[in-house]
């Protein structure tokens, strides 16, 4: 059974503080995936990467950047954080691409920005 | 830019009643997937339907692909309150890009 791990499930930042948001797949999957949910919104894509050190934009990847250094850890960073990144953060991974297979996701974190 | 509409936003109903979400999308998807998620949880994959009119059954839920593979639709038969949470559809567009809809809540009463 696949296992996506996100490190915190409740965090609580600054505005301006650098977050660092940890995500780990345990089941070899080339592709990962940072979402964010907000009520009303649905989930909406920030980035993904296909593979090691590739990532790709989202629809909503401004004020986000990624990291991909090993497979199976996908990293979310908010280089300095605001109000308007208070959200769910998903994580989720999927053995094809985009639609090609079902995702995976984490339980999620609910990140606070004060 | 494509989009996927899903209604209604909220349903209660009462334990037993029938429920149904319907998703459109503005453009023809290559496939759809449905996911449900339990209040203060994660998203969890139900189904994907690729064929145009495509009908799949798990057990009480009935998933619905449409003839042109522009919406699909996601019917319970007697709700129960395991049933409770958010049922999100998510179209696949022709590009290869996984777009989910707004999600319906639904709330069910013993």
């Known amino acids: 059974d696949v296992k996506v791990t996100q490190s915190s499930r409740y965090l609580v930042k600054r505005t301006g503080e650098k977050v660092f948001l940890e995500c780990v797949q345990d089941m070899d999957h080339e592709n990962m995936f940072w979402y964010r949910q907000d009520p009303g919104l649905g989930l909406r894509l920030i980035y993904f990467s296909y593979d090691v050190k590739m990532k790709e934009k989202g629809d909503i990847p401004e004020g986000y950047s990624v990291s991909r250094e090993k497979k199976e850890r996908f990293s979310l960073i908010l280089e300095s954080a605001s109000t308007n990144q208070t959200s769910m953060y998903l994580c989720a991974s999927s053995l094809w691409g985009q639609g090609g297979s079902p995702l995976h996701f984490g339980n999620g974190t609910r990140l606070t920005v004060t | ?110």
């Open chain 2, 1 to 110: 830019g494509q989009q996927v509409m899903q209604i209604p936003q909220y349903q209660h109903v009462q334990e037993g009643e029938d429920f149904t979400t319907y998703c459109n999308s503005s453009t023809t998807l290559s496939n759809i997937q449905w996911y449900k998620q339990r209040p203060g949880g994660h998203p969890v994959f139900l189904i994907q339907l690729v064929k145009s009119g495509e009908v799949k059954k798990q057990k009480r839920l009935t998933f619905q692909f449409g003839e042109a593979k522009k919406n699909s639709s996601l019917h319970i038969t007697a709700t129960q309150t395991t049933d409770v949470g958010t049922y999100f559809c998510a179209g696949v567009s022709l590009g290869d890009k996984l777009i989910f809809g707004t999600g319906t809540r639904l709330q069910v009463f013993p």
